[in-house]
Structures are given as structure tokens and as C-alpha cells.
């Protein structure tokens, strides 16, 4: 059965390598000492090397927003997962829906960069999740389960190296989550779609929610029994505020 919670940050286009160095010598010292979840950052690509260096002590992993699937060529302006790897990240985010919606990437380009980050030898972090228009004409389900499937195919013995976000896309960023047992509904229906493609390993994912998760609301969040973390935007660039989703998870865990 899985493992410690996720707490993640996706920092987005946040932070400079200097602004990088000045959030972890904040922030480490507020979760010293704090074993029992597993604690994410997700920088821009150029700031990943200060965070590895800045949490090489510490159980702090760091990981990527997105990825290229080859790996090398003539692909301006791509990153490959090799190169994610031997900068020392150990996750990568793919799918999310501003990579969706903003940069127009389909699922099986999404599948293409998940079996490629995994080839590498990275976890993967695959996001999901419907639009406001989607939910109101009744198809959150089937969006998610198109984009589990479409997202996973091919990886299905891997899904213990793989963890899903449920973001559905009218919370991200709004400062309006889905209610907690909202949320749950649809993290209950993922662990069933996820049994049916490896009844095995389902159980090893972790489903994390992200979608204006802040202090005041994570405890709520994380108490679901189907909720297994956290992928946080606007609340992971404020040290304080991150180390206060890391400590509600770490008391939920205790
Ligand atoms: P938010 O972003 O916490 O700022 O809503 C979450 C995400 O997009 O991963």
C-alpha cells in the first residue's frame, strides 16, 4: 500500500535561480525534522539546479513542470528527460492543463512525454481534469477518464512509478477549489479506472488534488480517504504558506 503523502509545488513561471536560492533558506528551516511526507518542488527549468543544490541535504525532492519526449535533436526549445535526470530531478509533470489549454498539447503527445519521462528513469506526475463547461454539461467523468486512459496507454505496468493530479481546471487558480468531497467523488473514480488498468498497482498511486489548495483548506482536502497529496500553485511560492500544507499533511500522517 502506498506510501507517504505528496505534498507538491508547481511554481509555474515563478522564480529566478536567486529567488530559487532565498525561498528554501526560508523555507527548509519550517519543515526540519519532517520525514513522514514526501515533500515536492517543481521550479522553472532554470532554477532547478539552485533548488538541488539548495535541498541536497534535506528530504526536499525536486522535480520538472514539463518535458520533450526525444531525447535530443532538433527540437528549439525543448527539454529532454535526460537531461531533467541528470540535473537531479526525480518527477515530472506532464499533461498539466496550462500545457493543455495554453500550449494546445493533446493526450497522446502527453502519452509520448509520459512514456519517454519514465523511460529515464523519472516518476511521473500525469494531471487530468475537466473544464467548468465540461462539468456543467455533465462530462467530468468521461473527460477524465479519456485523458487516464489516452495519458497511460502503453505505461500500465509502470503505474507504480506513476502519480495522477486531479486539477480540474475551473479551480486552478481561482482561489476556488472543488469541495473537499467533490474532489473525492472524482478521486474515487480514478482509483477505480487506475484497478482496471492494473488491479496490481493501482493502489501504489498516489492521486493528489491541485486546484487553489491553501493553508485553510488542506487539511479538509488531505482528510478525503481517496486524496493521497497535493499539487500546489499560488500557495507553493510563499515559504510559509508551503510549509503549512507540509506540516497539516505531516499531522494527517502522524
Ligand atoms: P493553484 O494551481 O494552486 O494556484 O490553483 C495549482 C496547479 O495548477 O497545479
Not at 66 to 71: G, L, P, Q, R, T
Not at 181 to 208: C, M, S, T, W
Not at 215 to 240: F, R, T, Y
Amino acid at each position: 500500500m502506498a506510501e507517504k503523502l505528496l505534498i507538491a509545488g508547481n511554481w509555474k513561471m515563478h522564480k529566478t535561480p536567486a529567488q530559487t536560492e532565498e525561498f528554501f533558506k526560508e523555507f527548509l528551516p519550517l519543515i526540519e525534522g519532517i520525514n513522514n511526507v514526501e515533500i515536492l518542488i517543481c521550479p522553472p527549468f532554470v532554477s532547478i539546479p539552485s533548488a538541488v543544490e539548495a535541498t541536497n541535504n534535506s528530504y526536499v525532492k525536486i522535480g520538472a513542470q514539463n518535458c520533450y519526449f526525444e531525447k535530443e535533436g532538433s527540437f528549439t526549445g525543448e527539454v529532454s528527460p535526460v537531461m531533467l535526470k541528470e540535473v537531479g530531478c526525480k518527477y515530472v509533470i506532464i499533461g498539466h492543463s496550462e500545457r493543455r489549454h495554453l500550449f494546445g498539447e493533446s493526450d497522446e503527445l502527453i502519452n509520448k512525454k509520459v512514456i519517454s519521462a519514465l523511460e529515464e528513469g523519472l516518476k511521473v506526475i500525469l494531471c487530468v481534469g475537466e473544464t467548468l463547461q465540461e462539468r456543467e454539461s455533465g462530462l467530468t467523468f468521461t473527460v477524465v477518464e479519456t485523458q487516464l486512459k489516452l495519458g497511460l496507454s502503453g505505461v500500465e505496468d509502470n503505474l507504480d512509478r506513476i502519480e495522477i493530479a486531479y486539477e480540474p481546471v475551473w479551480a486552478i487558480g481561482t482561489g476556488v477549489p472543488a469541495q473537499p468531497e467533490e474532489a473525492q467523488e472524482v478521486h474515487r473514480f480514478i482509483y477505480q479506472k487506475l484497478g482496471e488498468l492494473n488491479p496490481k498497482k493501482a493502489d501504489q498511486v498516489r492521486v493528489l488534488y491541485g486546484g487553489s489548495v491553501k493553508p485553510s483548506n488542506a487539511e479538509a482536502i488531505l482528510s478525503q480517504p481517496h486524496i493521497k497529496g497535493v499539487l500546489v500553485g499560488g500557495a507553493s511560492l510563499k515559504p510559509d504558506s508551503f510549509a503549512q500544507i507540509v506540516r497539516i499533511g505531516s499531522q494527517l500522517s502522524g
